[in-house]
């Protein structure tokens, strides 16, 4: 009966400690890129949502990068290409939708905060490949239902 209590106390320490750390990593990306963002005069959402328009993409790609709704983007959109950093183009293969693209200044602003996030660009940058797919697929268990 005692060896339960102790099995449960450490299984619950182990857990209490990995969700600490997944929030220090979560912390750690939100400080270093709400940083970069601000020297820009950005949020770190407008910073993502131009990084996830390097490349022409539909706004719904945006929505995704964003785990929002493409209705909430919107705004954000129209906000960088109010600042000059984002443009909406025709897209070539849906006459009725637009793509969104970074401009030459959104692109500059890309490589800034690129450059000034080096732990938020790439949070796993210390892990391999197979240690990236791991963590992945063990998030991915915890929040199954």
């Not at 909406?88 to 450059?115: F, H, Q, S």
């Amino acid at each position: 009966m005692l060896h339960n209590y102790l099995e449960e106390d450490v299984a619950l320490d182990t857990t209490a400690e990995a969700v600490g750390l997944i929030a220090a990593v979560t912390r750690r990306y939100m400080v270093e890129a709400q940083a970069a963002a601000a020297r820009h005069g950005l949020t770190a959402t407008q910073a993502k949502a131009l990084r996830a328009a390097r490349a022409p993409v539909p706004m719904r790609r945006i929505a995704e990068t964003l785990q929002s709704e493409p209705s909430n983007v919107t705004p954000i959109v129209d906000k960088l290409a109010e600042s000059g950093l984002l443009e909406r183009r025709p897209n070539p293969e849906d006459r009725r939708g637009k793509l969104v693209a970074a401009t030459e200044a959104g692109l500059a602003v890309i490589a800034d905060l690129e450059a000034n996030m080096p732990f938020a660009r790439d949070p796993l940058a210390k892990l391999s490949h197979e240690q990236r797919q791991n963590l992945r697929d063990l998030l991915r268990r915890v929040l199954e239902d």
